[in-house]
């Protein structure tokens, strides 16, 4: 479905950016994929040729840097001269435990998670409305639902859902033919979230892979959000407006806090 498309991929050199690069490989698109460690991209950047994609680049940097950031969007118009989809996948390290306090590292994380999505997409919509294109933004059940231990965390994925969200609106009424999907992920198999709650989250990680493809998915056909996997998504976020104290009683059941111990991200 994305034959010959022009896509960037941030956060693609592990976990589900990872794997969402491998399919677009497979779909036959240009791909273009960033991240900070530049032998994790050479390695995806490979297998992604070796897929079948139409062609791979990556960019090294890091998204504290709003400049790169845009520079990132300006390779892609360079090498494809033009741009169908952007993927905003990428996340800031953080800690997996109580809000210590610092709110310095709420504004670090922001940058990371939040403005550097806002600034590629002002950079990439001149691209995006010649191509009708589509942004993809990858979230979590933590950007709609306040759930424990991820404070920081949590407060950039609601930044998002304003964001883009009211963005969306703008484009309806501005006749602006760009779709914004926005993702609402729950607990998936990537070595870090694996390393980080393993052992305090009772519910199963769901498959990377099949996430991946279902963002790719959504972005293509337009969707306003993707609910992955349905039931840890969906469910909750029916029961957060209309059932709250049910939908805290029944969350707070999922973690085991006799494991927990804080950790690094
Ligand atoms: N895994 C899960 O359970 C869930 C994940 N999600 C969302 O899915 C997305 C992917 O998560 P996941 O695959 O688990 O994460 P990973 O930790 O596997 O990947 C994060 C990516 O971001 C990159 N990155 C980290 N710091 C920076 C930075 N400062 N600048 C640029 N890139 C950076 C990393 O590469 P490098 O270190 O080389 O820079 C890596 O490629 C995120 O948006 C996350 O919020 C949502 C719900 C659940
Ligand atoms: C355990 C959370 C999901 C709980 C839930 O809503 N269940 C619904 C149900 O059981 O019906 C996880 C949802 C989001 C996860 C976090 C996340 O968004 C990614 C983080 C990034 C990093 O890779 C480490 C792990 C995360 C903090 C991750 C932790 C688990 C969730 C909170």
């Known amino acids: 479905m994305l034959k010959g498309k022009r896509v960037i991929v941030t956060g693609a050199s592990s976990g589900i950016g990872e794997q969402m690069a491998y399919h677009l490989a497979k779909m036959g698109s ?127 994925k609601f930044a998002l859902d304003g964001f883009f969200s009211s963005l969306r609106m703008e484009f309806i009424q501005q006749k602006t033919n760009v779709s914004i999907t926005l993702c609402i992920i729950s607990y998936i198999d990537t070595d870090s979230a694996l390393k980080t709650v393993s052992g305090v989250i009772q519910q199963p990680a769901a498959p990377k892979e099949e996430c991946a493809l279902e963002i790719i998915k959504g972005g293509f056909l337009r969707k306003r959000e993707v609910y992955y996997q349905y039931h840890a998504t969906k469910i909750p976020l029916l029961l957060r407006d209309w059932a709250p104290e049910i939908l805290q009683s029944l969350l707070l059941m999922n973690y085991n806090m006799d494991n927990f111990q804080r950790k690094e991200v």
């Not at 997996?96 to 990371?112: A, E, P, Q």
């Not at 942004?135 to 059940?141: A, T």
Request: charged share 15%; with cysteine.
């Open 30 to 156: 240009h791909i273009l994929i960033t991240a900070r460690t530049e032998e994790k991209l050479k390695k995806v950047v490979a297998q992604c040729t070796h897929l079948g994609a139409a062609s791979a680049h990556y960019i090294a940097g890091s998204m504290d840097n709003l400049t790169f950031a845009k520079q990132v969007v300006h390779k892609a118009e360079n090498l494809f001269g033009g741009l169908d989809m952007l993927i905003l996948n990428h996340i800031g390290h953080t800690y997996f435990g109580y809000f210590d306090g610092n709110v310095d590292h709420v504004r670090d994380l922001l940058k990371i998670n939040f403005l550097s999505y806002a600034t590629m997409t002002v950079a990439a919509l001149p691209m995006l409305k010649i191509s009708n294109g589509n942004i993809v933004v990858v979230s979590s059940v933590a950007g709609k639902i306040g759930l424990p231990l991820t404070v920081p965390y949590s407060t950039t």
